[in-house]
């Protein structure tokens, strides 16, 4: 039995984003943000935030691997200054299929689907849908690049995203960088052989249908971005990653009544925007987050 686990394990070198020789099963994280106040106000308030993301990769061949997961997240903030807190959540589907072109060139194509409100009265009209086609090339086992786009509808409209993307894993082990812009990037060193340092980016962008007095009239346009530092220390045989991280986030929330859209977003180009702002939260500030990452290493499963 141990035996098939470990051969069906080698067979997910394929699915490798780019050039990494691990998958991240699982991660979960929970932050929460200094006091702020909002823009013109006196008011005080406090943004949390919870995120989790399952992967479970699904081998057919060396050639096709089935990919499925599901992420949640969450937002718990005061939208308005004379408001009580209000919660947004996102629950994101992932399915799709990693085709192996070649030696060198593969491709990721997902549909993504999910559900995004406050959750209040939940309908039909809570549902999105999305997908991302990204193509990647893997020169060796240290480095990789990535070319992409994502699309997705949201409650203002459509939104598209071209996508870039790096992996390079230092021939020492030592320095890894990897990112995917405009959504994250994450550069890190190895102190120890459990222990690194590291700094990173990640960038939020959605939109939530809001109810308000059990009636839905508004929807709120999130942009966020997290620049952390962190350490990290690997335990249970390097198998779960402990991550503390502290860095600034930059938030806007802008609210607009629920009937007015935009045409198209690309990236932060905004085409038809004839849409009239009810209200806008620009609340940036120092951030504490706790993270832990269940990460399978495919070296050992090689050696």
């Known amino acids: 039995m141990k035996k098939k686990i470990i051969q069906l394990l080698f067979l997910l070198v394929p699915f490798l984003c780019n050039s990494q020789e691990y998958i991240d099963l699982l991660s979960v994280n929970y932050g929460k943000s200094q006091k702020t106040t909002f823009e013109n106000s006196s008011i005080d308030t406090y943004i949390s935030t919870f995120q989790t993301n399952l992967t479970l990769p699904v081998v057919i061949d060396e050639k096709y691997t089935v990919i499925t997961g599901v992420n ?9 200054p004379d408001s009580n807190n209000n919660n947004l959540y996102s629950a994101n589907l992932r399915a799709g299929l990693r085709i192996a072109h070649s030696e060198h060139w593969s491709g990721v194509y997902l549909f993504l689907p999910k559900i995004a409100s406050d959750f209040i009265n939940l309908t039909t009209e809570d549902i ?4 991302i086609a990204l193509l990647k090339y893997k020169r060796d086992k240290n480095f990789g690049s990535t070319f992409g786009l994502y699309a997705s509808s949201e409650a203002f409209g459509v939104t598209m995203t071209p996508l870039f993307g790096l992996y390079y894993h230092s021939p020492d082990k030592r320095f890894e960088m ?4 405009p959504n994250d990037a994450d550069f890190n060193y190895s102190l120890t052989d459990k222990t690194k340092i590291g700094i990173d980016f990640l960038g939020h962008g959605n939109s939530y249908k809001l109810t308000t007095d059990n009636v839905r009239y508004s929807y709120v346009q999130n942009n966020s971005i997290d620049f952390s530092s ?4 690997a335990v249970f045989d390097k198998r779960v990653l402990l991550r503390l991280k502290v860095g600034y986030n930059l938030n806007q929330f802008k609210i607009y009544p629920l009937d007015q859209k935009l045409d198209l977003q690309i ?3 905004k085409f038809g925007d004839n849409r009239e702002k009810l ?15 269940y990460r399978f290493d495919l070296s050992k499963v090689k050696k």
């Open 267 to 269: 990236l932060a180009l």
């Open 72 to 80: 949640f997240s969450s937002y718990n903030l005061q939208l308005f």
């Open 128 to 131: 999105y849908v999305g997908g």
């Open 230 to 233: 962190y350490v990290q220390q």
């Open 279 to 293: 209200f806008e939260d620009k609340s940036n500030t120092f951030l504490l987050k706790v993270e832990a990452i």
């Open 178 to 181: 990897n990112f995917l812009l």
